[in-house]
């Protein structure tokens, strides 16, 4: 079947602009992730969502980033106001399951550029 | 909290020979897994092999073993009979056994060149 699916690819903003990156999961995962990976670094975790519970937002840099699961389902990371810092590539991963026996299925992820 | 290091930024390595890459972490748990993921410039993260910490035995996967030395908190990877295909950003990661659903803790990556 298709895997995670992430859009837009790759998404040029002004500085200042909100910014809605968007993730289709596999379908049938329970668990959804957003990490966010700026230039040369490492991934940075930023939100988790399982089922019904409500998400661990622990990771987000500040209150310009929201994100929502919609349905258990897709999910839509939002970025207010955007600043040249925002600048990265933002990837989205599902799992089927909450655990470490259940492995991460990320997507090719958003390159988001701030100018 | 957990971090991972990733002390190469960048190694080259000739095809079909042998390449190590380091990684350190540093936790206060007790169970955890790591983790090593390849990253092609499709940027899409492939795992390429995991290792439970309550276990001795190296996990190995074809071409790919680790180097797990719990008492040291290190956990290297070793990719033999390098292949051009093997070319990417490698990331270890560390995750806890308990609480934070999947959550991943990544090093900073190593740039890995295969070279004809």
Same mark, same amino acid.
């Given at each position: 079947?298709?895997?995670?699916?992430?859009?837009?690819?790759?998404?040029?903003?002004?500085?200042?602009?909100?910014?809605?990156?968007?993730?289709?999961?596999?379908?049938?995962?329970?668990?959804?992730?957003?990490?966010r990976q700026s230039l040369g670094q490492g991934?940075?975790?930023?939100?988790?969502?399982?089922?019904?519970?409500?998400?661990?937002?622990?990771?987000?840099?500040?209150?310009?980033?929201?994100?929502?699961?919609?349905?258990?389902?897709?999910?839509?990371?939002?970025?207010?106001?955007?600043?040249?810092e925002?600048s990265a590539v933002?990837?989205?991963?599902?799992?089927?399951?909450?655990?470490?026996?259940?492995?991460?299925?990320?997507?090719?992820?958003?390159r988001l550029t701030?100018? | 909290?957990?971090?991972?290091?990733?002390?190469?930024?960048?190694?080259?390595?000739?095809?079909?020979?042998?390449?190590?890459?380091?990684?350190?972490?540093?936790?206060?748990?007790?169970?955890?897994?790591? $983790?090593?993921? %390849?990253?092609?410039? !499709?940027?899409?993260?492939?795992?390429?092999?995991?290792?439970? =910490?309550?276990?001795? *035995?190296?996990?190995?996967?074809?071409?790919?073993?680790?180097?797990?030395?719990?008492?040291?908190?290190? $956990?290297?990877? %070793?990719?033999?009979? !390098?292949?051009?295909?093997?070319?990417?950003m490698?990331?270890? =990661?560390?995750?806890? *056994?308990?609480?934070?659903?999947?959550?991943?803790?990544?090093?900073g990556g190593?740039?890995?060149?295969?070279?004809?």
């Amino acid at each position: 079947g298709a895997g995670v699916s992430q859009s837009p690819s790759n998404k040029v903003t002004e500085k200042g602009k909100d910014v809605e990156l968007r993730c289709d999961p596999i379908s049938g995962h329970t668990a959804l992730y957003w990490y966010r990976q700026s230039l040369g670094q490492g991934l940075e975790f930023l939100i988790y969502f399982q089922g019904n519970s409500a998400p661990d937002k622990s990771g987000l840099p500040s209150d310009r980033f929201s994100a929502e699961r919609t349905g258990g389902s897709v999910s839509t990371l939002t970025i207010q106001r955007t600043q040249q810092e925002d600048s990265a590539v933002y990837l989205c991963a599902s799992s089927l399951a909450w655990g470490p026996n259940s492995p991460l299925h990320f997507g090719n992820g958003t390159r988001l550029t701030v100018t | 909290a957990q971090t991972v290091t990733q002390s190469q930024p960048e190694m080259s390595v000739q095809e079909a020979e042998t390449v190590t890459l380091s990684c350190t972490y540093d936790t206060s748990e007790s169970n955890y897994y790591l $983790f090593w993921y %390849k990253q092609p410039p !499709s940027r899409q993260m492939i795992l390429v092999i995991r290792q439970e =910490a309550y276990k001795q *035995q190296n996990a190995t996967e074809n071409r790919f073993s680790v180097n797990f030395q719990k008492a040291a908190k290190s $956990f290297s990877l %070793k990719i033999s009979d !390098s292949q051009l295909g093997d070319t990417a950003m490698y990331f270890c =990661a560390f995750m806890k *056994q308990q609480g934070a659903g999947n959550m991943l803790t990544f090093g900073g990556g190593t740039r890995l060149m295969v070279k004809p």
